[in-house]
C-alpha cells in the first residue's frame, strides 16, 4: 500500500529565503507525482507535474524534483514571497490512476 | 475556460440526514474523480469515474455514498444516512486522459460538510 510523507509539517521563513520541501513515498512504482498547493478555504491548484520518466520539473521560482528509486521528491521555491504562504502537497499516482496524498506543509513566509 | 465546479461550498446536516454533492468537470475531462478530506488526516481517494462507467470505487467508505455520473457529464455523491464521521471537504477533480494516469488532475474547490 502506497504511503505518502511530508516533512516537514510546518515550516516558517522570513520572506526572500530560498526553502525546500520534501516527499517521500514508499511504492516507487508511480506513473507521476503532484504538487500541489492549497490556500485557506480553497481547493487546490496544480503547481507541477512530473513524469516518472523525468528527473525534474520548473515553473518560474519553482523547481520540483523526483528520485523514484529512493521514492523521493523535493519542491525548491527560491526567493520566498508572503504570498507563497499555502499548505503545499505532495501526491503520487500509480496504476490505479488515483492520487495517494501526503499530509501537506504548511508554509508561513513573514514579510 | 471553467474550471471544475462543486454545489454547494458548504452544507450543514443533522446526523440522519440526506445530502448530496454534486460536481461538474472541466468540459470534455472523461475522468472524474471524488476525494475526501476528513479532520486532521491527508485527503484520499473515494471513486474513479471514465466517462459514466465506475473505473474504480475502491475508496468508498461504505454502502451509505452514492455517486453517480449520468451521461459522463456531472457527478453526484449522495450521503444517506449522514453520520457524524462523515464531516470533512470532499473534493471533485477531473482529468482529460483515458489510459495510464499521466494526465494532470485539476481539483475543484470542495464542499464542506458538516454533520451535527
Known amino acids: ?111 | 475556460e471553467a474550471g471544475v465546479t462543486q454545489f454547494p461550498s458548504h452544507s450543514v446536516i443533522e446526523k440522519g440526514q440526506t445530502v448530496t454533492l454534486r460536481c461538474d468537470p472541466i468540459s470534455g475531462h472523461d475522468n472524474l474523480y471524488w476525494y475526501r478530506r476528513v479532520m486532521g488526516k491527508e485527503i484520499k481517494f473515494l471513486l474513479h469515474f471514465v466517462k459514466e462507467s465506475k473505473q474504480d470505487e475502491s475508496g468508498m467508505p461504505n454502502n451509505r455514498f452514492l455517486a453517480e455520473r449520468t451521461g459522463g457529464t456531472y457527478s453526484t455523491l449522495k450521503v444517506q444516512p449522514a453520520e457524524l464521521e462523515d464531516s470533512g471537504v470532499y473534493f471533485c477533480a477531473s482529468s482529460q486522459e483515458l489510459s495510464g494516469g499521466s494526465d494532470t488532475q485539476y481539483f475543484g474547490p470542495g464542499t464542506r460538510l458538516t454533520v451535527l
Do not use: H
Not at chain 1, 12 to 37: H, K, M
Not at chain 1, 63 to 88: C, E, F, V
Open chain 1, 1 to 111: 500500500k502506497q504511503e505518502v510523507t511530508q516533512i516537514p509539517a510546518a515550516l516558517s521563513v522570513p520572506e526572500g529565503e530560498n526553502l525546500v520541501l520534501n516527499c517521500s513515498f514508499t511504492d516507487s512504482a508511480i506513473y507521476n507525482l503532484q504538487w500541489f498547493r492549497q490556500d485557506p478555504g480553497k481547493g487546490l491548484t496544480s503547481l507541477l507535474l512530473i513524469q516518472s520518466s523525468q528527473r525534474e520539473q520548473t515553473s518560474g521560482r519553482l523547481n520540483a524534483s523526483l528520485d523514484k528509486s529512493s521514492g523521493r521528491s523535493t519542491l525548491y521555491i527560491a526567493a520566498s514571497q508572503p504570498g507563497d504562504s499555502a499548505t503545499y502537497l505532495c501526491a503520487v499516482i500509480g496504476g490505479a490512476q488515483k492520487l495517494v496524498f501526503g499530509q501537506g506543509t504548511r508554509l508561513t513566509i513573514n514579510p
